[in-house]
């Protein structure tokens, strides 16, 4: 019998099960063992660098709670919106975790990981305004957004202020893909459903996005 070669990674990439907006949706990548073992591994990362609400340029505190890991961390204040290689306290950020630059060499590449995954908390009641992810250097990387804990309500539109939108709820386990001509997409969260998931012990939910940053 002939000698077959291995199968080349990208056969084995995972397609994506919707496009909205021209993001990529792969509904449920994560099964709960692996969620609840992302969570585990999160909770390492907030010991480390410690949730805090950033405030906008406008001075107002955001209503997501965020961190980071990686070698940069996102972050705003009165003087606007840029990475840092600080926590707020003075610390560097903690490395990000193995499983999550895994789900990256997966979906995207193994060719650079990404130094930045930003982590975002919603409580009841948080919410995120429809904007561009523009910090970055370059915008051939897509972003790569991981959703944990309740449901959110997602929303996309095109890279202008103002146009048309198009919505859908964010699951647990959930994986979505903003690249090419979604890059620069605006996109925001309108709410969370408070109650639809048992995996954060006091509910509310996460998001991370993962990003190559210089
Ligand atoms: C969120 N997500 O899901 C907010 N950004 O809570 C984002 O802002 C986002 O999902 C870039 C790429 C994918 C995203
Ligand atoms: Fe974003």
Same mark, same amino acid.
């Given at each position: =019998?002939?000698?077959?070669?291995?199968?080349?990674?990208?056969?084995?990439?995972?397609?994506?099960?919707?496009?909205?907006?021209?993001? %990529?949706?792969?509904?449920?990548?994560?099964? =709960?063992?692996?969620?609840?073992?992302?969570?585990?591994?999160?909770?390492?990362?907030?010991?480390?660098?410690?949730?805090?609400?950033?405030?906008?340029?406008? /001075?107002?505190?955001?209503?997501?709670? =965020?961190?980071?890991?990686?070698?940069?961390? $996102?972050?705003?204040?009165?003087?606007?919106?840029?990475?840092?290689?600080?926590?707020?306290?003075?610390?560097? $950020?903690?490395?990000?975790?193995?499983?999550?630059?895994?789900? $990256?060499?997966?979906?995207?590449?193994? %060719?650079?990981?990404?130094?930045?995954?930003?982590?975002?908390?919603?409580?009841?009641?948080?919410?995120?305004?429809?904007?561009?992810?523009?910090?970055?250097?370059?915008?051939? $990387?897509p972003v790569l957004s991981v959703s944990l804990g309740d449901d959110a309500r997602f929303r996309i539109g095109g890279t202008v202020r103002g146009g048309k939108t198009e919505s859908v709820w964010l699951r647990s386990g959930d994986v979505l893909v903003?690249?090419?001509?979604?890059?620069?997409?605006?996109?925001?969260?309108?709410?969370?459903?408070? /109650?639809?998931?048992?995996?954060?012990?006091?509910?509310?939910?996460?998001?991370?996005?993962?990003?190559?940053?210089?």
């Amino acid at each position: =019998m002939e000698n077959r070669p291995a199968p080349s990674v990208s056969s084995d990439r995972v397609r994506p099960t919707t496009v909205i907006g021209g993001a %990529e949706l792969f509904a449920g990548l994560f099964d =709960m063992d692996a969620q609840a073992a992302i969570v585990s591994d999160l909770r390492a990362v907030v010991a480390a660098a410690p949730l805090f609400s950033p405030l906008t340029p406008w /001075g107002k505190p955001m209503s997501v709670r =965020m961190t980071s890991a990686g070698k940069y961390g $996102w972050f705003s204040d009165r003087n606007g919106y840029r990475y840092s290689e600080h926590h707020p306290d003075g610390q560097s $950020w903690p490395p990000i975790p193995a499983r999550i630059l895994a789900l $990256w060499h997966r979906l995207v590449s193994d %060719e650079r990981d990404p130094d930045c995954c930003l982590v975002n908390f919603y409580g009841e009641g948080a919410r995120m305004g429809l904007h561009q992810d523009r910090d970055e250097a370059d915008f051939r $990387w897509p972003v790569l957004s991981v959703s944990l804990g309740d449901d959110a309500r997602f929303r996309i539109g095109g890279t202008v202020r103002g146009g048309k939108t198009e919505s859908v709820w964010l699951r647990s386990g959930d994986v979505l893909v903003l690249g090419g001509a979604a890059r620069l997409a605006y996109h925001g969260i309108d709410r969370i459903a408070p /109650g639809t998931s048992t995996l954060l012990p006091k509910g509310g939910r996460i998001n991370l996005t993962l990003r190559v940053v210089d």
